[in-house]
């Protein structure tokens, strides 16, 4: 069964604490590993695509990688405007759904 | 970059009565939209998928007479919430695939989500 596990379930950081997020992955066959992040009562934003073991992204204080099995996203000297929820999202080489974690609650605290 | 305007952001209606959510692309055409519940402090829930065109795939356990899909064109697609009781307050977000043939690149891109509560 395709499955997306996000840990840990909650974060409290202090501003400037540098941490990490995980997805780990079971799928049939992977096409695309989605990060998006998502405030209160708004839709999920859109942070990166990775497609393959090995790569890299970054956008300010944010680092997305992937290995074969789960991916990271790193959080540099976050702020308190990062805190939100992070979703993670993998989408199957087959079919077009997507197949979401159950996220990550971010805060980070002044 | 791709844009999904949705609307209403949010809706109060009276137990018994529809409401109509509607999912639109602004800047690509969505050949593909999805229709998505969120509980408080849960994650995204798949309804259906909706293809422009075709009936929707409906998830399993998802009752396909209360919660109507159309996607008459490329660029809208509805979801109406029928005889709608307490128990369907929920968020609602929809969201289209922006790639295939002569599109983008692989990729989702969502609406800003409805709050619907049914008193």
């Known amino acids: 069964e395709d499955q997306v596990t996000q840990s840990p379930e909650a974060l409290r950081l202090q501003e400037g604490e540098s941490s990490s997020l995980n997805c780990s992955y079971t799928?049939?066959?992977?096409?695309?590993l989605f990060w998006y992040r998502q405030d209160p009562g708004k839709g999920p934003e859109f942070l990166f695509t990775?497609?393959?073991a090995g790569e890299e992204k970054e956008k300010e204080r944010l680092k997305a990688t992937l290995t074969k099995k789960e991916s990271f996203l790193h959080i540099t000297a976050p702020k308190p405007e990062d805190s939100a929820t992070y979703l993670c999202?993998?989408?199957?080489?087959?079919?077009?759904?997507?197949?979401f974690g159950a996220g990550t609650i971010l805060r980070v605290k002044s | 970059g791709a844009v999904v305007s949705q609307h209403p952001s949010w809706v109060i209606c009276k137990s018994g009565t529809s409401v109509k959510i509607e999912c639109r692309s602004l800047?690509?055409?969505?050949?593909?939209m999805f229709w998505y519940r969120q509980f408080p402090k849960q994650s995204l829930m798949l309804m259906a998928t909706s293809n422009e065109g075709s009936k929707a795939t409906y998830e399993q356990g998802v009752e396909k007479d209360k919660f109507l899909i159309n996607h008459a064109s490329l660029t809208l697609s509805t979801l109406t919430v029928t005889s709608a009781h307490p128990e369907d307050s929920s968020f609602y977000i929809c969201?289209?695939?922006?790639w295939g043939p002569g599109q983008g690149n692989y990729g989702y891109t969502f609406g800003s989500g409805t709050r619907l509560t049914v008193v």
């Open positions: 799928v049939s066959g992977l096409r695309g």
């Open positions: 800047d690509f055409q969505a050949t593909t």
């Open positions: 990775l497609y393959s």
């Open positions: 999202a993998v989408g199957m080489e087959y079919g077009n759904k997507l197949v």
């Open positions: 969201s289209a695939s922006t």
